[in-house]
């Protein structure tokens, strides 16, 4: 169904190319995962086969790639539309419409297909992806989980013979994660439909593809294979195929039943062992993050639109503690949250999770003064966020959004980290080594709309963690990244709250919230359904289990390097 001969792409002005040499055959009716750490090329591999690269993106495309027979060098991605459907990393590019509705029938609109069949396929695709009470939403109003499921949804109405999903399940809830995965496969199997998937939560998805195609560091050559097999050579690795490395299973496992299977010998092991703290994910040397300064002026003026401003600095110990009373915030005729009660001390890190809209990004918003209560209060640093200036404000509390883009305004990363870095108050250089140490290899010159999803975030963590905010608050900080960047964040992280940083995160990520948070917070329709420490509260949680936990459950094992600590005993 889709062919690459000797495809090289090469970006004008990169020192080398984004992908070369790829010689390759996706068969008809399956599904195929593409992995590999963060900037390799998996999304300028996907834009090549909805024709995206080059027609859209620039760049120089030498080979050949064929989807179906048609060219997609001669064929524009709209003579490929009813071949090919296509969901990047950002949803709200995709969209043309303002409802619901009208985006899932738009692109069978502009394919002619007849009314009758618009309609019915528009209702079997919102009970399919659990849009059925959203039909009427403005797009504008929906969560980021529930615009990408839209997003999904639109290019599965006029029944494409190969999908092209970019991260599809990266700003999901587990539960709408695995609704998507079983439609997919429904798809695959029933319909024949060619799926090419790049994800980087791999526990979701491995165990669901026939092939798998890794894409190593640049100028290496791809491999492809099945599943087992590849991720025995990936750098990239979900939790349940390191245990199994861990351990010598062979072959190794790619799901949890297959093995929770072969795990008695492994719990007998671990009998009696109490689970250790939980170890840094990684062994590497780091650099020390800056000295302590101000908040970055001017950020929340970006989230609000304001001009930048200048503050005087102040240090870390006027953070003081965070609490929300009896919080109630309605948006329009939706409550998304009431009567929250919680609080956030210094040095502790919080993982808020929840469905898709269950009132995790507003209750971030409201802690920087972005939405403000309709009931009930919030204290931040003793002072009331939605009543106190930004340029006040951001002396306390640094927000990384959902969308990166909304924190970038300069040409080059470069120009972004020097802006950090007056803005903070901090050394020269200080942004830019932690842009290294989130994520190496991302260029001075670039311009950041041209960097991956991942690239994007981790640049636009590195602005808000320049300045050391006492409260830091991060809304699905791991879209994106791979296992190894995002054990890099889990290192800058763990600092700052050793330093006495309140962290705050709103995520989907179970295995992230396992690896850092000291307390997990649940949020189902707006109000606290859960709050506690991780250990007791994610264990309970068939949802919110890390993989390592439901292996070894009843023990409350969270991650492979608690059992790697266990197993390898005291130094």
Not at 188 to 198: C, F, S
Not at 363 to 372: D, F, N, S
Request: charged letters at 20%; aromatic letters at 2%.
């Amino acid at each position: 169904m889709i062919r690459f001969e000797q495809v090289s792409v090469r970006y004008e002005g990169a020192g080398h190319p984004t992908l070369s040499g790829v010689d390759l055959t996706v068969p008809e009716g399956e599904l195929v995962l593409v992995v590999g750490p963060s900037g390799v090329g998996k999304s300028t591999l996907l834009g090549a086969v909805s024709g995206l690269v080059p027609h859209f993106t620039g760049g120089t495309l030498t080979g050949r790639v064929t989807v179906g027979g048609r060219d997609t060098r001669t064929h524009k991605p709209r003579e490929l539309a009813d071949l090919v459907g296509t969901v990047g990393q950002d949803p709200l590019a995709h969209f043309v419409t303002d409802t619901v509705e009208d985006e899932l029938a738009y692109g069978m609109e502009s394919l002619g297909l007849a009314p009758d069949v618009m309609r019915r396929r528009v209702e079997e695709t919102l009970d399919l992806l659990g849009l059925a009470e959203l039909r009427d939403r403005p797009i504008a109003t929906l969560s980021g989980g529930q615009r990408q499921r839209v997003a999904i949804g639109s290019v599965l109405t006029p029944h494409p013979r190969v999908l092209v999903l970019d991260e599809p399940t990266s700003a999901l809830d587990p539960a709408a994660a695995e609704d998507v995965l079983a439609v997919l496969q429904r798809l695959v199997h029933d319909l024949g439909t060619t799926v090419l998937m790049a994800e980087h939560r791999l526990e979701r998805v491995v165990q669901y593809a026939d092939q798998v195609l890794l894409l190593p560091a640049p100028g290496s050559a791809p491999v492809m294979g099945p599943p087992a097999d590849v991720m025995a050579l990936s750098p990239v690795r979900p939790p349940v195929v390191a245990l199994g490395k861990l351990v010598g299973w062979d072959p190794l496992p790619l799901s949890v039943r297959d093995a929770r299977r072969r795990a008695k010998d492994l719990r007998e092991r671990l009998d009696g062992v109490e689970p250790p703290p939980r170890a840094a994910p990684v062994d590497a040397s780091v650099a020390p993050l800056p000295a302590p300064a101000a908040a970055r002026p001017g950020l929340l003026d970006r989230l609000l639109g304001r001009r930048p401003r200048t503050a005087p600095a102040e240090p870390l110990k006027g953070g003081g503690a965070t609490r929300v009373e009896g919080l109630g915030v309605r948006h329009g005729r939706v409550e998304a949250l009431r009567g929250v009660t919680l609080s956030f001390a210094p040095g502790e890190t919080v993982a808020l999770m929840g469905r898709n809209g269950a009132g995790k990004s507003t209750l971030l918003t409201t802690l920087v003064g972005m939405t403000a209560p309709t009931t009930g209060s919030v204290l931040v640093g003793g002072l009331r966020p939605s009543r106190t200036p930004p340029q006040d404000m951001v002396r306390r509390v640094g927000l990384v959004p959902q969308e990166p883009r909304d924190l970038l305004y300069a040409d080059t990363v470069a120009a972004e980290c020097a802006a950090a870095d007056s803005d903070a108050g901090a050394p020269a250089g200080s942004c830019r080594a932690l842009v290294s140490e989130l994520l190496p290899g991302v260029p001075d010159d670039v311009h950041p709309r041209d960097l991956s999803e991942g690239q994007r975030l981790a640049l636009a963590l590195a602005l808000v963690l320049t300045a050391r905010p006492p409260l830091l608050l991060l809304d699905e900080p791991t879209r994106g990244l791979d296992y190894a960047a995002k054990a890099r964040l889990v290192g800058v992280l763990r600092r700052l709250a050793g330093e006495g940083h309140s962290i705050v995160l709103a995520t989907h990520d179970v295995e992230l919230a396992a690896e850092l948070a000291d307390r997990v917070v649940i949020l189902a329709d707006g109000e606290v359904v859960a709050d506690g420490p991780t250990r007791q509260v994610v264990v309970s949680s068939p949802a919110f289990a890390p993989q390592t936990s439901k292996i070894l459950a009843p023990r409350e094992w969270l991650t492979v390097s608690q059992v790697r600590t266990a197993l390898e005993g005291p130094a």
